[in-house]
């Protein structure tokens, strides 16, 4: 086996959308994958554009310089779709020669980005074109051991596919249940449920900053503090909250966030820094969940005033009603609230153990191959 042109296997294809009988108009990125695109066609003459079907490829030979990734992508699609006509569709001229799946994993490779970005023209788009990136040569096996290639890393694509489509059974479960909350009886005015805690960093053993995002997480601070006094910074504990008031309206988030680390932390003294009264009447992450719904940005953002930095003040945001359920309600929300985190992390864990695989099977069959001199 040796190393072979590409554009022996492979050719272009143009077909065009002229009775407009396809609408789903997609683009592709740097990951190599297909996304709805952003473009305003209300003006476009849609039947100009490109039709690209399952196993073929879409293929944009600018910026392959600029961004150091050839961006070509799979069309996996059991519907046709629309693709931009500066795109070129490309599909294999035989698969019981050549694999399109096998093709797309040769080109998931960072060395295969890195030798496009190489051999990119100096335009000013730095582009690979057509021509050019036929000339590439890989690895072509036997097409049984393409087969087993793409076997494998497709069983393991489905595996986390599988997995991360049970997050979203978790998800509903989750939104349902807060939801039903809203048809109880029992609803409760912040103020009854929380109060406000003001411990400084006197002694300034605490050094670790941090901020609070409009995605409701702690983040490093940005600020420059090399002469600040750390002193009257706030000190944040475990399952206490941060608030910021400000721009509220602006953002439409209530910028809230429960501490859930150990070791305390500091904040800004702009921040507040409040705490649950009776962790055996509402548990703060039970709160915190109440928080992150977007109904309740929502509503902060509808009371929050009409000052230039549209803020939501303590004593308007502690007027807000909260449904409390019974404690073991609460207790049974929270568990599944940490499943689905806990099944969050481990998707992401699996999806970075596959990313790198293409490149550990392709090293396989570079292994078998003779460089072609």
């Not at 022996?8 to 190599?32: C, E, F, M, P, Q």
Request: hydrophobic share 40%.
């Amino acid at each position: 086996m040796s190393y072979k042109r590409i554009g022996d296997y492979i050719r272009l294809v143009d077909k065009r959308n002229k009775d407009l009988a396809v609408t789903n108009l997609l683009g592709i990125n740097i990951t190599k994958n297909f996304m709805p695109s952003v473009a305003n066609t209300s003006e476009s003459d849609l039947s100009k554009y490109k039709i690209i079907r399952k196993g073929q490829f879409a293929y944009s030979a600018m910026q392959v310089g600029r961004d150091e990734t050839i961006r070509l992508a799979l069309y996996a699609g059991e519907n046709p779709a629309i693709i931009s006509p500066a795109y070129l569709v490309i599909e294999v001229k035989d698969e019981n020669e050549f694999l399109p799946e096998y093709m797309m994993m040769w080109f998931h490779r960072p060395e295969s980005d890195r030798y496009g970005w190489f051999i990119s023209d100096s335009s000013v788009r730095a582009s690979l074109e057509w021509e050019r990136f036929c000339e590439i040569q890989i690895p072509i096996p036997d097409i049984d051991e393409q087969r087993k290639y793409v076997a494998l890393y497709n069983g393991l694509l489905t595996n986390q596919k599988t997995y991360e489509n049970s997050l979203a059974d978790l998800q509903l479960i989750c939104n349902s249940s807060m939801d039903k909350l809203k048809q109880i009886d029992n609803h409760q005015p912040l103020s009854e449920l929380v109060q406000l805690v003001d411990n400084r960093n006197k002694i300034k053993t605490i050094s670790n900053l941090l901020g609070i995002n409009v995605c409701k997480v702690f983040m490093p601070s940005k600020a420059n503090v090399g002469e600040t006094d750390l002193s009257k910074y706030k000190i944040v504990q475990k399952e206490q909250f941060a608030y910021s008031a400000m721009q509220v309206g602006r953002d439409e988030t209530v910028r809230v966030v429960i501490y859930s680390y150990d070791e305390p932390a500091i904040i800004s003294p702009a921040y507040l820094v409040f705490e649950v009264i009776d962790k055996t009447n509402v548990l703060p992450e039970f709160l915190m969940l109440w928080f992150y719904r977007p109904e309740f940005n929502r509503y902060g953002w509808f009371i929050s005033d009409s000052s230039v930095r549209a803020s939501l003040e303590w004593e308007r945001f502690k007027e807000i009603k909260i449904p409390i359920p019974d404690i073991k309600i609460q207790e049974a929300i929270v568990t599944i609230y940490h499943t689905l985190e806990t099944r969050k992390r481990i998707n992401e864990q699996l999806k970075n153990t596959i990313k790198p695989l293409c490149p550990v099977l392709m090293k396989g069959v570079v292994g078998k191959c003779k460089i072609k001199q």
